[in-house]
Nanobody, 124 residues
Framework: QVVLIESGGGLVQPGGSLRLSCQVS????????MGWFRQAPGRERQFVAG????????IYDDSVRGRSTISRDVAKNTVDLQMNSLALEDTAVYYC?????????????????WGQGTQVTVSS
């Protein structure tokens, strides 16, 4: 059984930082492409960042590029998303996802497994 469990969400002030973590079980981060998506109220789910199974390909959405870093810990079988310079528009539920594809894609229908999500709220 594949289970993805996100953690690290919370309330943060504009300009602050958060580190989200995804604990993976039932598959390994070296055999699946891993990614992060987010969904704000009233909006469609949006791709944030992805890392290929080999870690050779890492992509970011334009909205977070330059202030976010996706990484993985093979020993712990986790995938993290470090987000800096958070803004109000980063408020959303953040989801970890896994896909049996070679490189990350922004198309959410190509991802196979999803976590339950963790809430990130940016507010002063």
């Amino acid at each position: 059984q594949v289970v993805l469990i996100e953690s690290g969400g919370g309330l943060v002030q504009p300009g602050g930082s958060l580190r989200l973590s995804c604990q993976v079980s039932g598959l390994t981060v070296t055999t699946y492409t891993m990614g992060w998506f987010r969904q704000a109220p009233g909006r469609e789910r949006q791709f944030v960042a992805g890392i290929s199974r080999t870690a050779r390909t890492i992509i970011y959405d334009d909205s977070v590029r330059g202030r976010s870093t996706i990484s993985r810990d093979v020993a712990k079988n986790t995938v993290d998303l470090q987000m800096n310079s958070l803004a109000l528009e980063d408020t959303a539920v953040y989801y970890c996802a896994a896909a049996g594809i070679t490189v990350p894609t922004s198309k959410d229908n190509e991802w196979d497994y999803w976590g339950q999500g963790t809430q990130v709220t940016v507010s002063s």
